[in-house]
């Protein structure tokens, strides 16, 4: 397909465990962008990357968070020692970069039990 | 300095009203101001975007109003449908970093036939 996709689609894990979510952008665009959307809420952004800058993870909520992106295309958000708390759907984007649109996929919906 | 204030949270119109949502920035380094509509188990999706040196923009029955001198923005939708039905995010877009969007907490539209 040519948009943005995401998986899993639906993960349920038990507290304590980590977890990895994967987004794969569409081909070409050099920014891919996290954000968190927890239950009736808006976007939390997370963290962003560019090209070969060096990622902008200024959104990330604690140390337990991290990502990669891997030769500028794929990139795998990681959550360690999960928390009831991480419950929300994970929205991965990617553009061409500046005003070019962000393209979203549907998301992970994490449920920590 | 770096919020996205919108609202209201919620809204329910008939077909055929004007719903319109509202959005205020207080940093003016802002300078590109995009609207995102997302479906129930999709992911967000732009809708229409406006510059600061235009007061309005309309693209079909989405129009929005930019005032400014105010540092407030909002969406229209006329002759609304059921199937306008969705959550709609404001986000603005700082002059230092174009690759960057932050979003208001988004607004959630029903429209009944």
């Known amino acids: 397909g040519a948009g943005v996709s995401q998986s899993p689609s639906n993960k349920v894990t038990e507290k304590g465990k980590d977890v990895e979510l994967r987004c794969d952008p569409i081909s070409g665009h050099t920014a891919l962008y996290w954000y968190r959307q927890s239950l009736g809420q808006g976007l939390e952004f997370l963290i962003y990357f560019q090209g070969n800058s060096a990622p902008d993870k200024s959104g990330l909520p604690s140390d337990r968070f991290s990502a990669e992106r891997t030769g500028g295309s794929v990139s795998t958000l990681t959550i360690q020692r999960t928390q009831q708390e991480d419950s929300a759907v994970y929205l991965c984007a990617s553009s061409l970069g500046g005003r070019q649109p962000q393209h979203f996929g549907d998301g992970t919906r994490l449920s920590i039990l | 300095q770096q919020q996205v204030k919108q609202s209201p949270q919620s809204l329910i119109v008939q077909k055929g009203g004007i719903p319109i949502i509202n959005c205020a920035y207080e940093n003016t380094a802002f300078d590109y101001f995009p609207w995102y509509q997302q479906f129930p188990g999709k992911g967000p999706a732009l809708l229409i975007a406006?510059?600061?040196?235009?007061s309005e923009k309309k693209e079909g029955r989405f129009t929005i109003s930019f005032n400014k001198s105010a540092k407030q923005f909002s969406l229209h939708i006329m002759d609304s449908q059921p199937g306008d039905s969705a959550t709609y995010f404001c986000a603005a877009s700082p002059n230092w970093n174009t690759d960057k969007l932050i979003f208001g907490t988004g607004t959630r539209l029903q429209v009944f036939p």
């Open positions: 406006i510059r600061p040196d235009v």
